[in-house]
């Protein structure tokens, strides 16, 4: 049973560095879901696809993150310039379609260390 | 605004000892109430769904409940194996599928 996977596992940059994240979500998922989580703190939804459509962006997604799914399988995230506050464990997760509450399934996660 | 608070921040248990964890929320139409368990440095664990008021379910020692304004999670019997952050998450009604969480309850349950 392959569940969501996300690369790297941990990142250290430097300030203004920029750096990209992967993820794989379950196979059979169309739906996809970036959130950020601090350290005491639940996560928080950045941005969700359903396959390759990004359908919804929190205004925590400022104008330096970007995300793609370009076939509609894998996603990445992108942060440009990074700041320090910038610094949090950034998950994916993926679920099926459903009309009803789905629950999303989450990957391990890649820390993220803005030196 | 859509919102989830947790209570207790923390709670330490003797094994054995049972409790409850609480989920308040406030959402504009609720599609589901999630329960998951978190371990350090680890993504969240799904554990249950609950859709309307009046629904439990289970798994192991642990039961899930649901009311129109709160979850309960209780723990029976629990073990040191049962240590861990419980996260609860609202999905909103409309055309959102973002899940709006709370800060968790973290529980540590002594030997």
């Known amino acids: 049973d392959t569940g969501v996977s996300q690369d790297p596992r941990h990142k250290i940059t430097k300030r203004g560095q920029n750096v990209t994240f992967r993820c794989d979500p379950i196979?059979?998922?169309?739906?996809l879901y970036w959130y950020r989580q601090t350290l005491g703190q639940g996560p928080e939804f950045l941005t969700y696809?359903?396959?390759?459509?990004?359908?919804?962006k929190s205004r925590l997604l400022s104008d330096r993150f970007s995300a793609e799914r370009p076939k509609g399988s894998f996603s990445t995230l992108e942060i440009q310039r990074t700041e320090q506050g910038d610094s949090a464990m950034y998950l994916c997760?993926?679920?099926?379609?459903?009309?009803?509450?789905?629950?999303?399934?989450f990957g391990p996660g890649t820390r993220l260390t803005v030196l | 605004e859509d919102q989830v608070t947790q209570s207790p921040e923390a709670l330490r248990l003797q094994e054995g000892e049972s409790s409850s964890l609480n989920c308040s929320y406030t959402?504009?139409?609720?599609?589901?109430l999630f329960w998951y368990r978190q371990d350090p440095g680890k993504g969240p664990e799904f554990l249950f769904t609950?859709?309307?008021a009046g629904e439990e379910k289970e798994k192991e020692r642990l039961k899930a409940t649901l009311t129109k304004k709160e979850s309960f999670l209780h723990i029976t019997a629990p073990k040191p194996e049962d240590s861990a952050t419980y996260l609860c998450?609202?999905?909103?009604?409309?055309?959102?599928?973002?899940?709006?969480f709370g800060t968790g309850t973290l529980l540590a349950v002594q030997p």
């Open positions: 997760a993926s679920s099926l379609e459903g009309l009803a509450g789905v629950e999303q399934f």
């Open positions: 196979s059979e998922h169309n739906r």
């Open positions: 696809f359903q396959n390759e459509a990004q359908l919804e």
């Open positions: 959402v504009s139409g609720l599609r589901g």
């Open positions: 609950l859709y309307s």
């Open positions: 998450a609202v999905q909103a009604g409309g055309a959102t599928n973002k899940l709006i």
